[in-house]
């Protein structure tokens, strides 16, 4: 017996305390989304336009989002951002409503960022990127030498013991291994997995710390370690002023591009808001704000989001390399379920290592 | 036919009941049944099976977080009740009686701040830029920074920080109730001070010790949010365990599985301390 009907109301009901306050309503939004999502100076814009409220509910990973729906009722979440790899899991589990892709500036985006592979099934859009970056080597320039920080097997190499943090989230990570094995990271399989443990191995030996976003950039900032494996962008931007020290780099073996994307659900009942919430967030404004929000920076998926940047701003997103990164990065790893959960022991094993 | 009095009683103990039953009896069936349902792929499937508690115990990984969980709840309750036992002590027979108050309140000032808060302040303390490596290094005592953040010594330090406090009061509540008059007699029957403390003191204090202890027991065994913060993820603890099964894979059956052990390791200490556990001598 699948999914059964206990389950169903009792984790129901952990999910109804969960949602954002109890003053949902109709005319409101629901969204699951990614903290960044959470600035009020990104929000704020849409609800006074439309003049609705936006609840907004953080999750951690595509697998907290998707039991989360699973337990709630129809109609209780409107809008979903998601981890682009794993679009086409939600789309397929028919989770997704279509969009309207002629409404939204595809055409505008960076080339390769839309990730038709990803976001369309059968003609119809599901999803649509919003936001991308890179996982891949953050540093204090002033304690590093940014000349070993262009090879990913020196940056988490003994040089630089007990100076490393590892970023705690076992698919970017375990891509960066795969592409300093000279692998593609799409196209990874369980063969892949014990090459792929030496090395992450090797990076628990050498490293301080394993951590997630705060923890890694507080060691970062604080002088706990001088390098985070995993790191990027979205780790040093909001850091860039006050620390102007603390980088990020592409190492010439490439690095893993992550991506975000946003769609509408199949069974929200506010969907034409909830669209127009999505035509908001890839807006050049909309995308502005998403890009510089006070949760982390990243790229903004459309270019013309660049008028509503300044030139600073746009400096710390490296808005002038992107065309390089873009071509020398690859996607996050893209398991199914069973890679997935063999990927998972496998970091597993090496927090314990 | 019951009497007007036994329909009272029950009165006064249903709301009692209904909330153990609602909040603790449903939900640990829950996580009992959901333990032996398995996951395949990404479908729970719902049946009598134990491999989850098999793998959890076959494979070492698992395993571990279990003993470290362990080996660090031991630590910090050895460690806090040594710390906690003199500090009650000089508050309830070395600080002057109209100061007792404050001396508590100052004592249990740190459980004002955010549990949160005061983990993220243990870890600018302990790291190689802070206050501690700062200090040794300036006074010359060492000349490289002391590896103290992301550690186990970190969690250690940031429960017994926090438990210390708790035991401090249970113990302190336990002292005050001793009539002085007990150690005096022993003393006055030919017992040195640390025989009077060894023989009749201790054994007196033990109810506030062990129940202390086992609160801290309880509480630091299920913690997730300080060894997430001070350990750096160097070895997980149970809970972060249970978290990753949650948070990433949705692996519900095997973090039930896991709490459910948990939940045995706890029973077990209760079991252990049940002799001396005297909440109503506190």
């Known amino acids: 017996m699948t999914h059964s009907l206990m389950r169903r109301a009792l984790m129901g009901t952990a999910a109804i305390l969960a949602l954002p306050g109890s003053a949902m309503a109709a005319e409101d939004l629901n969204a699951l989304v990614w903290c960044d999502h959470t600035d009020p100076a990104l929000i704020q814009p849409f609800e006074e336009e439309h003049g609705i409220r936006v609840n907004l509910r953080e999750y951690e990973g595509t697998a907290t989002a998707l039991a989360l729906l699973e337990q709630s009722r129809p109609g209780d979440w409107d809008v979903l951002v998601i981890d682009g790899i794993d679009v086409p899991r939600a789309a397929e589990a028919g989770l997704m409503a279509e969009l309207p892709a002629d409404e939204l500036p595809l055409a505008d985006f960076w080339p390769g960022v839309a990730m038709e592979d990803q976001t369309q099934m059968g003609g119809k859009t599901y999803a649509v990127t919003e936001k991308f970056g890179y996982n891949t080597i953050s540093f204090n320039a002033g304690k590093v030498d940014a000349a070993d920080m262009q090879d990913l097997s020196t940056a988490w190499s003994e040089k630089y013991k007990d100076r490393i943090a590892v970023y705690d989230y076992y698919l970017p990570v375990m891509g960066l291994a795969a592409i300093a094995a000279g692998k593609q990271t799409a196209d990874l399989t369980a063969d892949d997995l014990p090459a792929l443990k030496e090395t992450l191995f090797t990076m628990k030996e050498n490293a301080r710390s394993v951590g997630e976003v705060v923890s890694s950039q507080t060691a970062l900032a604080t002088g706990e370690v001088d390098i985070v494996i995993g790191g990027g962008e979205w780790l040093t931007a909001v850091l860039a002023e006050e620390q102007p020290e603390l980088t990020w780099t592409i190492p010439d073996q490439g690095a893993v591009r992550w991506s975000q994307s946003i769609g509408v659900l199949e069974t929200s009942e506010n969907k034409d808001l909830a669209i127009e919430f999505v035509k908001y967030i890839v807006s050049p404004e909309g995308q502005a704000r998403l890009a510089t929000s006070s949760c982390y920076w990243g790229m903004p998926a459309n270019k013309a989001a660049g008028e509503h940047l300044t030139g600073a701003q746009k400096d710390v997103l490296r808005w002038d390399n992107q065309a390089e990164y873009l071509e020398r990065a690859q996607l996050y790893p893209a398991p199914d379920a069973e890679l997935d959960g063999q990927m998972q022991n496998v970091w597993l094993e090496m927090l314990q290592h | ?282």
């Open chain 2, 1 to 282: 036919m019951a009497g007007p009095d036994t329909i009272r009683g029950w009165g006064f103990v249903a709301p009692a009941l209904l909330w153990t039953l609602a909040f603790f009896v449903v939900p640990f069936g829950v996580m009992a049944a959901m333990s032996l349902a398995t996951l395949e792929g990404r479908e729970l499937v719902w049946g009598f099976s134990f491999d989850n508690y098999a793998r959890l115990f076959g494979q070492s990984y698992l395993l571990r977080a279990i003993m470290v969980s362990l080996e660090i709840t031991l630590t910090v309750t050895v460690v806090s009740i040594l710390l906690a036992y003199p500090l009650a002590w000089i508050i309830a027979y070395r600080v002057p009686e109209r100061w007792q108050r404050l001396a508590l309140l100052l004592a249990i000032l740190p459980f004002w701040t955010s549990y949160v808060v005061r983990s993220y302040a243990w870890l600018l303390v302990l790291s190689r830029e802070g206050v501690i490596n700062q200090t040794l290094l300036a006074i010359g005592v060492i000349s490289e920074p002391l590896t103290l953040a992301s550690t186990r010594f970190a969690t250690v330090t940031g429960f017994v920080h926090f438990f210390v406090m708790l035991l401090t009061l249970t113990i302190y509540a336990n002292l005050v109730q001793l009539p002085p008059n007990y150690r005096r007699a022993a003393v006055d029957l030919g017992a040195s001070s640390w025989q009077a403390f060894r023989h009749v003191i201790l054994p007196l204090t033990l109810p506030g010790i062990m129940t202390g202890a086992f609160l801290t027991f309880v509480l630091c065994i299920g913690d997730y949010i300080t060894p997430q913060i001070l350990g750096g993820n160097n070895e997980l603890t149970g809970p972060q365990i249970i978290m990753v099964q949650l948070g990433r894979g949705a692996n519900f059956p095997l973090a039930a599985a896991m709490s459910i052990v948990l939940m045995g390791l706890v029973t077990l200490a209760y079991l252990g301390a049940s002799r001396w556990l005297r909440i109503d001598r506190l």
